[in-house]
């Protein structure tokens, strides 16, 4: 009786730790990763996305840079001296976006298309 309640308690916990993971891949298609540093570097993971709402995650690497993303109804940013992960959610409509570093923007530049 003992080994049936460690199996079955084994088993719950298997499953909890597998479903977060499930719920995430089931979402990674309304995700946008953007990143900036640790060089002269600023990009998007996606060029060209569908309308709709998504979660974007940030990663500003460098202390000198920005990420900035704006575009209709979108006016987005990190912080210049800010290192870290930053996760937004916008509702992205059909346009142009552009993503630059302020401090940089004639060379660190990008766009994101939505159709």
Do not use: E, Q
Not at 19 to 28: D, H, Q
């Amino acid at each position: 009786m003992h080994r049936l309640a460690v199996r079955v308690a084994l088993l719950g916990t298997v499953a909890a730790l597998a479903a977060p993971g499930l719920a995430s891949a089931g979402t990674r298609g309304d995700t946008l990763i953007g990143t900036v540093g640790p060089g002269f570097t600023i990009s998007m993971n996606k060029t060209t996305v569908k309308a709709g709402t998504y979660t974007i995650t940030i990663h500003d690497k460098s202390n000198i840079h920005n990420f900035h993303l704006t575009g209709p109804g979108v006016n987005k940013r990190t912080s210049v001296p800010r290192l870290g992960t930053t996760t937004w959610t916008a509702k992205l409509v059909k346009g142009t976006y552009r993503f630059v570093c302020d401090p940089h923007k004639t060379i660190m530049k990008g766009v994101l298309k939505i159709t």
